[in-house]
């Protein structure tokens, strides 16, 4: 598993409650906590990612060369990937703060690989192998 050591349930629970504990004081104090997306591009073309909110309204347009990452923060709503002409070629639901195992509590971010046309959200396992190493 990496650098991930294995969870039992009653961590995940813990972790779990944390963010729910989080995400109740930051809205008494009247600020939403942000929410990261890691994007990794694993096709061989440059695409930009744009990222919408529910009434459908653009919040953040990333660029992401090949094989790089970019991080944007996200919300509920819906992530558009196009390629170098415009056109859109993937398009997926995205849902925060997600489940365990898509949702890296520690670091408040989730991750998605951008792959033959599709925006797939991946292990934490997986997306943090694309994070630049801290020494």
Same mark, same amino acid.
């Given at each position: 598993m990496g650098c991930v050591p294995p969870t039992s349930p009653a961590s995940s629970l813990v972790k779990v409650l944390r963010l729910i504990a989080f995400l109740l004081v930051a809205q008494l104090n009247g600020c939403v906590p942000k929410i990261y997306g890691v994007f990794h591009n694993s096709l061989p073309y440059s695409v930009t990612v744009t990222l919408l909110n529910p009434r459908e309204q653009p919040y953040c347009?990333? $660029?992401?060369?090949? *094989? #790089?990452? $970019? $991080?944007? !923060?996200?919300?509920? *709503? #819906? +992530?558009?990937? +196009? !390629?170098? #002409? *415009?056109?859109?070629i993937a398009k997926t639901v995205i849902v925060q703060p997600g489940t365990g195992r898509y949702f890296d509590f520690d670091r408040k971010q989730c991750y998605f690989d951008i792959k033959s046309s599709r925006l797939v959200p991946v292990a934490i396992s997986e997306g943090i192998r694309w994070l630049p190493r801290q020494e």
């Open positions: 347009s990333i $660029r992401i060369p090949s *094989g #790089t990452v $970019r $991080r944007c !923060d996200v919300q509920y *709503g #819906t +992530a558009l990937v +196009a !390629d170098q #002409t *415009g056109k859109i």
